[in-house]
């Protein structure tokens, strides 16, 4: 893969023409709520939803009863509607930079 112009990858397939879209990375905190721990493992491991929306990392405390999403989407709103579809209210979502390559 081959950052392009567009803030796109392109895949270094000779044979291949397609761009992949760079999102930007947010973070969101919320309360878990009645949230196993089984459920957010598939959470994690679950494909991009209809919204374009990964979650690429779930960090939890049991005891604050609060959950902080680093999600990749195409933007804050992608976000807010993803939470919304299950019924979760964020407490705050902002888009973010990482250390890690995505």
């Given at each position: ?28 905190v919320h ?68 250390t890690?390559?995505?």
């Amino acid at each position: 893969m081959l950052k392009n112009k567009e803030n796109g990858l392109k895949d270094m397939n000779r044979n291949s023409s397609r761009t992949y879209l760079v999102l930007p990375v947010f973070l969101d905190v919320h309360s878990i709520g009645t949230a196993t721990e089984e459920e957010l493992i598939n959470a994690q491991n679950a494909p991009r939803d209809e919204l374009g929306v990964k979650v690429l990392n779930i960090s939890y405390n049991l005891e604050a009863s609060a959950i902080y999403c680093i999600l990749d989407a195409p933007d804050k709103e992608a976000v807010k509607k993803h939470h919304d579809k299950i019924g979760v209210k964020c407490d705050l979502i902002m888009e973010v930079k990482t250390t890690q390559k995505m």
